[in-house]
């Protein structure tokens, strides 16, 4: 098995155990976690298993390497893998920095506006971490399926992102003028 297969098998399980832990230190459960869908909830849902399907095959591809039927060069297999490692270790400062906090869609109590840690780099990291590691898959996976779900996904979580800010000017008004001023959408 090449090295490269190795290390996303290993990053993938490092990512997993570093998000349980977090989740297990906060005890986040499943139902704190889950919001109201920011857009229709169709394309919400579709959107965001989209996204998490493009990832899988990113590890299916690294744990069965002849699975598919498009040869990949090596360099463009290396360049997939420092994507998912740089992405993955920002996701889970992001996910830390969020806490009890994180909800998959708009939250159905108070919240309060995060700034801090990868938030004062990006208003978006876990979403611009999650189409970065979908395009890290499809430069290691490039099979039309796995591009089609990215680009599906990544297109439907730009608009979960504006309406998630739309909530977010809404509720935090001058507060989130500020951010915006500050600190771009994506990296």
């Known amino acids: 098995m090449p090295l490269h297969n190795i290390l996303v098998i290993l990053a993938f399980g490092l990512l997993g155990v570093s998000v349980f832990l977090i989740g297990k230190k906060q005890k986040i459960s499943a139902s704190e976690i889950r919001g109201r869908p920011s857009i229709e909830p169709f394309f919400f849902y579709s959107g965001k298993i989209a996204l998490f399907c493009s990832v899988i095959l990113f590890l299916i591809k690294a744990i069965f390497p002849h699975f598919g039927y498009i040869h990949v060069p090596s360099a463009l297999s290396w360049i997939a893998v420092g994507l998912l490692c740089f ?10 920095e969020l806490g009890l906090e994180i909800k998959m869609g708009l939250p159905k109590q108070k919240t ?60 935090f008004k001058s507060e989130w003028d500020q951010y915006v001023l500050k600190v771009r959408r994506y990296f």
């Open 112 to 171: 309060r506006l995060h700034t801090g840690g990868m938030y004062r780099f990006s208003r978006n990291p876990l979403y611009t971490t999650l189409s970065l590691m979908a395009i890290a898959s499809c430069l290691y996976f490039p099979d039309l399926i796995n591009i089609t779900m990215a680009l599906y996904g990544i297109i439907v979580h730009h608009f979960i992102i504006k309406a998630e800010e739309n909530y977010l000017s809404e509720h």
């Open 87 to 96: 992405s993955g270790v920002i996701m889970v400062l992001a996910i830390q």
